[in-house]
């Protein structure tokens, strides 16, 4: 099984912080001291992890992806953990049996790993108890989603499903109502009442939510847009949706 890279001083420290054990090196930029970087040192030293100095350019090269290593990488043994539909179900179990309401994200085709990571920020921030998303036509878990998640991609749990309009069905019948984020939807989110077992349901950049996810949605809410733009990024529309339910819950 290939080895897994986690870069960025937020994904690292919060992989440090949840799954110590997965993390067989930690690549640092010599010469680099300051307080942010120290936090790290001290976590990976308290687990005994292998520490390496090495420069800049040997970091460049683990993070293919152009992006911003903030001169710490994290070589992670096997692949990210990814749950299935099984987990959805325990955790569904979990929540009732603490008595808790269930708050999910799903994301139907979101392919760019940046909208992916920053979806995954946004639902931690705003205590959803876990993201589902489709295996096909969707971003994974990369190196770059869970950079851009700053933390999120280690302690949330993210959930890839073989089909989703069967999962939506699933959660339905589970006691949870699925609220769609559609443009052309007569409701806006700010009508709608978003307190009780939730999940959202955000579609692609672009083509938004595909039919059949559409049709296996409870409701169609939208984001009321006064300015001249007719949509706005993914991953703000969540954030927008997220916190408006945030607010209504408490």
Same mark, same amino acid.
Request: hydrophobic letters at 40%.
């Given at each position: 099984?290939?080895?897994?890279?986690?870069?960025?001083?937020?994904?690292?420290?919060?992989?440090?912080? !949840? !799954?110590?054990?997965?993390?067989?090196?930690?690549? @640092?930029?010599?010469?680099?001291?300051?307080?942010?970087?120290?936090?790290?040192?001290?976590?990976?030293?308290?687990?005994?992890?292998?520490?390496?100095?090495?420069?800049?350019?040997?970091?460049?090269?683990? =993070?293919?992806?152009?992006?911003?290593?903030? #001169?710490?990488?994290?070589?992670?043994?096997?692949?990210?953990?990814?749950?299935?539909?099984?987990?959805?179900?325990?955790?569904?179990?979990?929540?009732?049996?603490? %008595?808790?309401?269930?708050?999910?994200?799903?994301?139907? %085709?979101?392919?760019?790993?940046?909208?992916?990571?920053?979806? @995954?920020?946004?639902?931690?921030?705003?205590?959803?108890?876990?993201?589902?998303?489709?295996?096909?036509?969707?971003? #994974?878990?990369?190196?770059?989603?869970?950079?851009?998640?700053?933390?999120?991609?280690?302690?949330?749990?993210?959930?890839?499903?073989?089909? @989703?309009?069967?999962?939506?069905?699933?959660?339905?019948?589970?006691?949870?109502?699925?609220?769609?984020?559609?443009?052309?939807?007569?409701?806006?989110?700010?009508?709608? !009442?978003?307190? %009780?077992?939730?999940?959202? =349901?955000?579609?692609?950049? #672009?083509?938004?939510?595909?039919?059949?996810?559409?049709?296996?949605?409870?409701?169609?809410?939208?984001?009321?847009?006064?300015?001249?733009?007719?949509?706005?990024?993914? !991953? =703000?529309?969540?954030?927008?949706?997220?916190?408006?339910?945030?607010?209504?819950?408490?």
């Amino acid at each position: 099984m290939p080895d897994q890279i986690v870069y960025g001083l937020h994904a690292v420290q919060a992989l440090l912080k !949840s !799954s110590p054990q997965q993390v067989r090196e930690l690549l @640092l930029l010599r010469g680099r001291k300051d307080q942010r970087l120290q936090k790290i040192l001290n976590q990976a030293e308290k687990n005994n992890i292998k520490l390496r100095q090495v420069e800049r350019r040997a970091l460049d090269e683990k =993070v293919d992806d152009g992006g911003n290593h903030q #001169g710490v990488v994290a070589i992670c043994a096997g692949e990210t953990k990814v749950h299935d539909e099984r987990f959805l179900k325990e955790l569904l179990q979990q929540l009732e049996e603490k %008595g808790e309401t269930p708050f999910l994200l799903i994301l139907d %085709g979101v392919t760019d790993p940046h909208n992916l990571g920053a979806c @995954l920020r946004s639902a931690e921030a705003a205590g959803v108890h876990a993201v589902v998303a489709p295996k096909d036509k969707s971003a #994974g878990l990369t190196p770059t989603a869970r950079k851009v998640a700053c933390g999120a991609a280690e302690v949330l749990p993210f959930v890839s499903v073989t089909n @989703l309009a069967r999962t939506m069905q699933q959660l339905q019948q589970a006691g949870l109502w699925l609220y769609g984020a559609a443009g052309e939807a007569e409701q806006d989110i700010y009508q709608s !009442s978003l307190t %009780g077992p939730l999940a959202l =349901v955000m579609g692609a950049e #672009g083509s938004g939510l595909r039919r059949l996810t559409r049709e296996n949605c409870d409701h169609l809410i939208k984001i009321p847009m006064a300015g001249e733009v007719s949509s706005l990024n993914v !991953s =703000v529309a969540t954030g927008v949706c997220l916190f408006e339910a945030v607010r209504q819950r408490r």
